[in-house]
């Protein structure tokens, strides 16, 4: 039987700044492998596969996806077959040197390869036909695992120790966990999305899809140049805070929202007495790949 119980996450004390209290939301120590949002997203995903006796997961993502890995890592911790269609079909030859995917495939991961072209496609009826047709019974994941279940297992976020807060902070790829988040809010919570992704604009009305009221906004001008990109500055930023809180950010989402958040904080965004959560939401098993790319380039690497 697959088990995800409603565990909620410890609260942890930050700074307080310009009349403002921060703290996070450590939703990274949820689980050593399936840490953060993937953990809420897959919970009753997860259900309706096992209710549905289906023959196994099929899901979507990048070479360096923290969905993929948590995915996988499921398959292994639960004895369920996955299976990853990754985008890019050059990465067939370079498994060895990705350390997400070289877990996916230690994790009986069946890795699938398809063209960058071809996966803008797997939305779409006719790719998922024959995705079906090749694969049969297989519970079909989109990318990020966002959906209507994923948004539920999200809703869990919050409890009765969070609901004090007046602002909540989330990271946002594809905007289930900040729907999740919207959804469970108390009237008086403003929620901020920080989009880790350039041109992200479109990511409001994805949101309203699954959400029940619109407390929220979106912050865009903290993506450092768009998904997965960096810079000397926001890894400085993150090593500077691992000194001086002990706590590890990961470099695609939380950094960039820590990052934001105190910018905007610096800039009298808040007001004077608000007490802020960000959320963590894991994802710390991309910054050994991540290192890789700033070795070879000769920058700073993450700590």
């Given at each position: 039987m697959?088990?995800?119980?409603?565990?909620q996450?410890?609260?942890?004390y930050?700074?307080?700044?310009?009349g403002?209290e921060?703290?996070?939301?450590?939703e990274?120590?949820?689980?050593?492998?399936i840490?953060?949002?993937?953990?809420?997203k897959l919970k009753?995903?997860l259900?309706?596969?096992e209710?549905?006796n289906y023959?196994a997961?099929?899901t979507?993502?990048?070479?360096y996806s923290n969905?993929?890995h948590?995915?996988?890592a499921?398959g292994?911790a639960?004895?369920?077959k996955?299976?990853?269609?990754?985008r890019?079909?050059?990465l067939t030859?370079?498994i060895v040197?990705?350390p997400?995917?070289t877990?996916?495939?230690?994790c009986?991961?069946?890795?699938?390869?398809?063209?960058?072209?071809?996966y803008?496609?797997?939305?779409e009826?006719?790719?998922?036909?024959a995705?079906?047709?090749?694969?049969?019974?297989v519970?079909?994941?989109?990318?990020g695992?966002?959906?209507?279940a994923?948004v539920r297992g999200?809703?869990e976020?919050q409890?009765?120790?969070?609901?004090?807060f007046d602002?909540i902070?989330?990271?946002v790829?594809?905007g289930?966990?900040l729907a999740?988040?919207i959804n469970?809010?108390k009237?008086?919570?403003?929620?901020l999305?920080?989009?880790?992704?350039?041109?992200?604009?479109?990511?409001y009305?994805?949101i309203?899809?699954?959400?029940y009221?619109d407390?929220?906004e979106?912050?865009h001008?903290?993506?450092?140049g768009?998904f997965a990109k960096?810079n000397p500055e926001?890894?400085?930023?993150?090593?500077?805070?691992k000194r001086k809180?002990?706590?590890?950010?990961?470099?695609?989402?939380t950094a960039?929202?820590?990052f934001?958040?105190?910018d905007?904080?610096?800039?009298?965004?808040?007001?004077?007495?608000s007490?802020?959560?960000?959320v963590?939401?894991?994802?710390?098993?991309?910054?050994?790949?991540m290192?890789?790319k700033?070795k070879?380039?000769n920058?700073?690497e993450?700590e």
């Amino acid at each position: 039987m697959i088990d995800f119980p409603n565990i909620q996450s410890p609260v942890q004390y930050l700074y307080s700044r310009n009349g403002a209290e921060v703290h996070i939301l450590r939703e990274d120590l949820l689980h050593p492998l399936i840490s953060g949002n993937k953990y809420r997203k897959l919970k009753y995903n997860l259900k309706a596969f096992e209710d549905g006796n289906y023959s196994a997961i099929l899901t979507f993502g990048g070479a360096y996806s923290n969905h993929i890995h948590a995915v996988s890592a499921a398959g292994r911790a639960f004895g369920f077959k996955t299976i990853g269609v990754i985008r890019g079909d050059e990465l067939t030859e370079k498994i060895v040197q990705n350390p997400t995917l070289t877990f996916a495939e230690s994790c009986g991961m069946e890795l699938r390869f398809i063209s960058r072209e071809k996966y803008r496609q797997k939305s779409e009826s006719g790719f998922l036909d024959a995705v079906k047709n090749e694969f049969g019974n297989v519970y079909i994941l989109p990318e990020g695992g966002t959906n209507t279940a994923a948004v539920r297992g999200c809703e869990e976020i919050q409890g009765n120790h969070t609901f004090e807060f007046d602002y909540i902070c989330c990271a946002v790829g594809t905007g289930g966990t900040l729907a999740g988040i919207i959804n469970s809010a108390k009237k008086h919570q403003k929620i901020l999305g920080f989009p880790a992704l350039k041109n992200s604009e479109y990511l409001y009305e994805e949101i309203k899809k699954y959400v029940y009221n619109d407390n929220f906004e979106l912050i865009h001008r903290y993506h450092f140049g768009g998904f997965a990109k960096q810079n000397p500055e926001l890894i400085d930023f993150i090593n500077k805070f691992k000194r001086k809180f002990g706590l590890t950010l990961d470099p695609v989402y939380t950094a960039k929202m820590m990052f934001g958040i105190e910018d905007m904080i610096l800039n009298d965004y808040f007001v004077e007495g608000s007490k802020i959560l960000a959320v963590h939401t894991g994802g710390l098993q991309g910054i050994v790949a991540m290192n890789q790319k700033l070795k070879s380039k000769n920058q700073p690497e993450i700590e």
